[in-house]
């Protein structure tokens, strides 16, 4: 029995060093471009709809929280499909080490929402340019398996994030614009750079 758990242990060791050598071809084009536009979808509506948004920052932000909850999911379901398509075998390693990139960094937006929210709300406004931040250095942390131009679009969020935070700092307030204009960008960016850098048409059966 023991033997058995080794060598169940050194296939799962060798499988996880193969994905982590391969190039992630999860993430397509046609999902990342379906997140651009439920980012605008969320800009336009809040921009027409929410006058005074210091008097509906809870309104706001849950606007915010329920689109990237949508994307998530949008991605995800591509990402398994593509997966199972391109990786095969390897399929659920690649899944599971692509996300586990972006794991601490949706944490750490998670909480720091939270704690933002229960002990200084006077700062939320800060949490937009944050968010973008941490959107950015899950992107680098994704280079590795990735095509390495996506490095491209983690730049575009981090200065994204650094500028939205100096622009708010001068109203202390939050904007439509500034929160979903980078992601905007940065998503059409990231759909982008996949599909030129793969030539993957993204319709293929």
């Known amino acids: 029995m023991r033997d058995l758990d080794k060598a169940l242990a050194d296939i799962f060791a060798i499988r996880s060093q193969i994905a982590a050598g391969t190039a992630f071809r999860g993430y397509g084009p046609a999902a ?7 980012a ?17 920052q809870l309104t706001f932000f ?8 949508v994307s998530v999911l949008v991605i995800w379901l591509e990402m398994r499909a593509r997966s199972r398509r391109h990786h095969s075998g390897l399929a659920d390693v690649m899944i599971h080490q692509a996300v586990e990139q972006f794991v601490p960094a949706g944490v750490a937006g998670a909480l720091l929402a939270v704690t933002l929210w229960m002990f200084a709300p006077a700062t939320l406004w800060m949490l937009p340019g944050l968010w973008q931040i941490l959107v950015g250095l899950g992107i680098f942390a994704s280079v590795r398996m990735l095509p390495r131009s996506v490095a491209l679009v983690g730049a575009w969020y ?15 307030s939050v904007s439509p614009w500034t929160m979903g204009l980078p992601f905007v960008i940065g998503q059409l960016l990231m759909a ?14």
Do not use: K, P, Y
């Not at 509506?45 to 929410?50: E, F, K």
């Open 158 to 172: 981090f200065v994204c994030g650094f500028t939205v935070l100096a622009l708010s700092s001068e109203t202390l």
């Open 40 to 56: 605008l979808l969320t800009t336009i509506g809040q921009s027409l709809w929410l006058d005074d948004l210091n008097s509906h």
């Open 62 to 69: 849950v606007g915010w929280i329920a689109t990237a909850l």
């Open 192 to 205: 982008g750079v996949l599909r030129i850098a793969s030539g993957d048409d993204d319709v293929e059966a």
């Open 32 to 38: 990342l471009a379906v997140t651009s536009g439920l």
